[in-house]
């Protein structure tokens, strides 16, 4: 069964660059079809999706969050990765790698928490 896993420095100051990595093991991140995401949730609020990256490389980001964000893979290591920049107290939130596959999450990494404060 596939397995997702992040890891994330869990503190990060205000007005810094954050990345978190999505490690993916028993599939590939190559895979046809399959979408590869990052979703958040910060203390009290919903899930907000952040962006996408596809089996093909392309990605696509939340519309609030597109100038800060950015979605990466190395398939050497079959792993994702997600920039956010110019952090701010309002970016604390457990983050979550989920696959996507049709219209449907159907994993999930266990979720890491990032914490923006000074």
């Known amino acids: 069964q596939l397995q997702m896993q992040e890891s994330a420095p869990g503190l990060v100051k205000p007005s810094q660059t954050h990345s978190l990595t999505c490690a993916i093991s028993?599939?590939?991140?190559?895979?046809?079809?399959?979408?590869w995401s990052w979703i958040r949730q910060p203390p009290g609020k919903g899930l907000e999706w952040m962006g996408v990256?596809?089996?093909?490389?392309?990605?696509f980001y939340s519309p609030s969050l597109t100038s800060r964000t950015s979605i990466s893979r190395d398939t050497s290591k079959n792993q994702f990765s997600l920039q956010l920049t110019s952090a701010t107290p309002e970016d604390t939130a457990v983050y979550y790698c989920?696959?996507?596959?049709?219209?449907?999450?159907?994993?999930w990494g266990q979720g890491t928490q990032v914490t923006v404060s000074s």
């Open positions: 989920a696959k996507i596959s049709g219209t449907q999450y159907d994993y």
């Open positions: 028993r599939g590939s991140i190559t895979t046809n079809y399959y979408g």
């Open positions: 990256i596809l089996w093909n490389g392309m990605t």
